[in-house]
């Protein structure tokens, strides 16, 4: 089964003989004392930040679960849908947690988002941007509104950037109420190395490494990560590469099933579905060899979303995609 139902990327970022380079160079019979400064130098240096900017953990998972126990007391407060482990990690640790929940083709309005944040006074309020599960990019002006929103109530505004290496990039005036948070396991391609960043003022990030550990991070993954930021040209292409798929399966769903199926415009690697096709595309999908992403939640029982494979399986998506048009054409006929 060809798993694309996590968001995950099909490629890694480096070849065997990188790898085995590296490995054999990682001291990992030490302690990571410098490697964790080096691999925030790199990082800073290939985002034009300063390291003092900037945090790190075993994944933004790790980050989330600190923000829900180093963030100001008061409820967080989140979209519905966004990424289910915002409120997983704030269940937890018992923070209380609330939403804004989505218009029905699962927009959202800037006006609600603003009145839920003056009903709730959230302690800080964090959404991903681009949005999973739609793939949608909020606006520079749309987050503007919302940090300075947070600012008049004294709160935090965390961006969840898990997808923007996919979409457009904008320079947002970091704030110390403002945090974005990265993850290297999507255009980057090293999920299992578990690697996510927090960007945010040097007086913010202080706050959050109340709570860190001596050694943040492994050996091999911070190795791997200062070879990824140090070789900048290779891991600009990487990315590119990782774009091109995204693009690739975007087109497929477009050209193939948009007159049938609403297909969510996207600015990450996934695409969702939803209309009366999707269920019956998706359980096609399923039953020839590839795992999309269907949904137990209620309110997602009409949606199926689709993460990027390699060329090669794309092509095959493509195939059976139109070989189950055919069938539904002929079923419509029938
Ligand atoms: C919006 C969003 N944030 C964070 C993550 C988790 O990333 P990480 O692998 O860094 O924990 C995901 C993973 O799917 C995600 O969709």
Redesign the pocket.
Known sequence: MIRIN??ESPLRPLSNEQLAEIIQQATFNFYPDDEYNRFKQAYANYFNLKPTQITAGN???ELIQKLMLIMPEGPALTLNPD?F?YQAYAGQVDRPIEFVDAEDDLTFKLDTILNRIDEVRPSFFIM?NPH?PTGHQYTLSFLNTIADKMKAIGGYFVI?E??LDFGEAYDIELESHILQMR?L?KAFGI?GL?L?VLIGTEETIKRIQRIEHPYPLNTITLYIAIYMFEHSEMTASFIEAQRKLALKLRDIFKNEVSDIIKIYPSATNFVLTKGEAAHSLGEYIQAHGFLPRLYDEPKMSDYVRYSIATNEQLDQLAEIIKNWRIQYDLSKKA
């Open positions: 996590k968001n994944g933004s998972d990424f482990m991903s999973n969840d898990a997808y993850t396991s999920a578990r996510g």
